[in-house]
């Protein structure tokens, strides 16, 4: 009875943890505010596009999201030969839509407005979206450092 236990024990301990936590095979990262509203931006950069998401087009654009990194813009005036024509940087983003010339992008929590013509944020509202829950379904990241959001799922 005693070794069962024992056995019982160990694989609690193994699953949940010291902490009383289950082990996640996702580590979060964290941004702090400050520094998340500063954080959308436009690069002129042929960035590599590594973990794709949603697509959009618009005109003559594709606009294709980079899972928790922000949104790569292509030129498809020719589709047999897309251009890339850069990438908008925007931490936690994993959704896109496209009004006019608004692309209207989530940077983790907060929505943000920004303006294809002037390639700028122009509008920013905070605490619109939960924070994600990792891919797979866990959310136990301990102790979260004060004043800091969730902005990406990294596998460990």
């Known amino acids: 009875m005693k070794l069962k236990f024992l056995f019982v024990s160990i694989m609690l301990l193994s699953l949940y ?11 979060p990262v ?7 509203e500063k954080s959308v931006f436009y690069l002129e950069t042929d960035r590599e596009l590594n973990n794709p998401g949603k697509i ?6 594709i606009f294709v999201n980079e899972k928790y990194k922000g949104v790569h813009v292509y030129n498809n005036t020719n ?9 908008i940087f925007a931490p936690g983003c994993i ?29 920013r509202i905070i605490n619109v979206f939960p924070e994600p829950l990792s891919p797979s379904g866990d959310h136990h990241w301990g102790n979260r450092p004060a004043n800091h959001i969730l902005i990406e799922w990294r596998k460990r």
């Open 56 to 61: 959009y087009c618009l005109g003559n654009y």
């Open 30 to 36: 964290f941004m702090d505010r400050e520094n998340l």
């Open 79 to 87: 589709p047999e030969n897309p251009v890339k024509q850069g990438f």
């Open 95 to 123: 959704d896109m839509a496209v009004k006019d010339s608004i692309l209207y992008l989530d940077n983790s929590v907060d929505l943000v407005a920004f303006d294809l013509a002037t390639r700028q944020p122009v509008k």
């Open 17 to 27: 943890g010291a902490s009383g936590y289950h082990y996640d095979e996702y580590q």
